[in-house]
């Protein structure tokens, strides 16, 4: 099992920023020594898993079955999908359902009335928790001790002369998403993109996921995005709120 978690380390290091590793890089970035990384890359690639070219490791289409497979079995992206569908369409917007894990948002359903962002977002894409908007929608969530270990573990990178990076001004946000309910990102994440978010509750009032509506900069002023998208965001919390578990 050891050995498994390795493996699972060694495929971890794997970005979008990070395609193409060395065997060295790999190991600097999963923590694992470079004998051990090697042999974890080398099952890889004689599983089908990652492709070798001599120097640099990438991961092949395989490994998506992983991932799908998890998204497959969770209720929650084929509770939401046809939600999200129906809202994109009727605000001609697109719009996202994520979780948190640990210092990322993860997509789990996605409906794209068109593209906004430099990279394309789907399902099992992620993104930091830090300057997103429903990655401070469900940092809000958590017990504020939890939520600065979490900033605090968070490779916080200036990704635009808006992103804010430190600790306490970040805290000062979250205290503002848990008294108004919801979350406005303005071109932190990218140049160009703004964004609205609120929490998805179950039916015992927990915090499950957080829904939000992104836009191109150009198309909205920023005030216009709380009076514009919020109360259809408002009706969709209530309507899922019926039948999240």
Known sequence: MGGLMKGLKVIEAFSADR????ITEAATLAGLDRATTRRCLLTLAEGGYADYDGKFFTLTPRV??????????MPLPRIVQPVLDRLSQDIGESSS?????????????????RRVMSIALMPGSRLPAYCTSMGRILLAALDPAEARRILEASIRTQRT??????????????DGVRRDGFALNDQEVEIGLRSIAVPLRNMR????AAINVGLAAASEAPDALQARYL?????????????LT
């Open 205 to 208: 009032g927990h915090v499950v």
């Open 19 to 22: 395609p193409r590793l060395s």
């Open 231 to 243: 109360r259809p965001l408002l009706a969709v919390q209530v309507e899922l709120a019926r039948v």
């Open 97 to 113: 359902v994520c979780i948190l894990d640990e210092t990322e948002i993860v997509y789990v359903a996605r409906a794209a009335q």
């Open 64 to 73: 998506l079955r992983l991932g799908v497979g998890s998204l497959a079995a």
């Open 161 to 174: 002369e808006r992103t804010v990076t430190n600790i306490e001004p970040l805290m000062a946000l979250l």
